[in-house]
């Protein structure tokens, strides 16, 4: 069993893949081809918002989303301490400073509570000028933006939506990475919307941004290529990876993202039916809140109640399980206040749950062509090993 089969993705949409695919290798048009447009359009759209622009992968997308709105030295910038290192990385290579906030325990997202003390606490200390919010879409799930924004409107602060994982997740009918002043997402291939590489894009409504990202992505260039007017990036998605988006695209309208979410319902309810109700050990599915979707990047539980005591750590559930063939993941290991990368940097408040959580999660294998054969084996292998 593969952790996110995207070879088996692969052999379903193989003929379109492989047409498009071929089609640009014969085009010529490898860098910024007409592919690349045709997509910003049809994602913009999707999301809901004016202007999307594609870029060379998710960092990217959050590095032109800082430059653009001039965060750099001196600057706050609020992060959860529990996501992947990107979010927080973009924020201290841009000289800004990350400030490290916890998340909610039941959703892994931005913990808005935790949010409004650490604001609290660099507006008290008056060292550091705040700037902006990154909220993540962790695991799929739209954070509580309702709230988020509500905040930020308070103090004064950008909205950026770090969507890397969320794309095509929803509160209500509104898309992910609709919901900040400027969106990001990854088209990494084990993304819900992934690519044969490297991708990302950024969603903005404010038109001065977009052309500032058009320019940013290409050296800063003004009125042509070697028009330069600013320090920008090398940052653009190949014209071959917009041709697979195109099609892989298609696929996640028309099913996938409608799959993963079965995956994810059959995983909740068996877990709860023949793990939680009669074991000791308890597997606690992912919570999404009402009106939430979850475009199902990952799908974690935790494991509250394993301990070594219990006679199995969650190391040696991992090693059980993939000696049945089940490869599980640790997302993530450590929270952003404990990488060694940012020793050294002030803590605003604690970050119990993070820390908690880095010990407890465990994600298993999650993609839109799993089988009801494979969810099974799932469910019943991790039920032999919590017994
Ligand atoms: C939450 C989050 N942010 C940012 C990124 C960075 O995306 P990329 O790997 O495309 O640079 C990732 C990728 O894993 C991510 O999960």
């Known amino acids: 069993m593969e952790f996110r089969d995207l070879k088996r993705q692969y052999q379903v949409l193989k003929a379109d893949l492989d047409k498009a695919m071929l089609d640009i290798a014969a085009s010529g048009g490898y860098i910024m081809g007409g592919a690349v447009t045709e997509l910003e359009e049809q994602l913009a759209e999707y999301v809901g918002v004016k202007h999307c622009m594609t870029c060379a992968n998710g960092t990217d997308a959050l590095t032109l989303a800082l430059k653009t ?15 992947f290192f990107a979010s927080a990385e973009v924020v201290a290579a841009e000289g800004a400073t990350p400030v490290f906030v916890d998340v909610d325990p039941q959703t892994f997202n931005i913990d808005t509570t935790s949010l409004r003390e650490a604001i609290h606490n660099v ?5 550091l000028k705040q700037k902006a919010i990154i ?21 004064g602060l950008y909205v950026i939506e770090d969507g890397a994982q969320g794309f095509g997740g929803c509160i209500g009918n509104k898309r992910a990475c609709s919901f900040g002043d400027i969106g990001t997402t990854s088209f990494f291939p084990a993304k819900p919307l992934g690519c044969y590489g490297d991708g990302g894009a950024v969603f903005t409504n404010n038109d001065e941004w977009a052309d500032l990202i058009r320019s940013l992505r290409v050296h800063g260039k003004g009125s042509c290529k070697y028009d330069n007017i600013r320090i920008g990036l090398n940052s653009r998605l190949d014209t071959i990876q917009a041709a697979i988006l195109k099609v892989k695209f298609e696929a996640f309208k028309k099913n996938e993202l409608a799959l993963v979410n079965i995956v994810a319902e059959h995983y909740t309810k068996q877990i709860n039916d023949n793990i939680n109700k009669d074991y000791a050990i308890k597997a606690e599915t992912p919570h999404i809140p009402e009106g939430f979707l979850s475009s199902w990047a990952q799908y974690t539980i935790r494991l509250n ?66 089988t009801d054969t494979e969810i099974q084996t799932v469910i019943e292998t991790l039920a032999e090993h919590l017994k």
């Open 305 to 370: 109640t394993l301990t070594s005591s219990n006679g199995i750590s969650r190391e040696e559930l991992q090693s059980r399980l993939k000696a049945s063939g089940i490869p599980t993941m640790v997302y993530y290991p450590t929270p952003m206040s404990r990488q060694t990368a940012f020793k050294g940097l002030h803590p605003y408040v604690n970050t119990t749950n993070a820390a908690h959580l880095s010990q407890c999660v465990l994600s298993l294998p999650m993609h839109p062509y799993m």
């Open 135 to 155: 909220a993540v879409d962790l695991f799929g799930l739209p954070a509580d933006f309702a709230s988020i924004k509500s905040i930020a409107a308070h103090h």
């Open 123 to 127: 507006e008290k200390e008056g060292r």
């Open 69 to 83: 709105l001039g965060i750099g030295k001196g600057d706050a910038v609020y992060v959860p301490d529990f996501t």
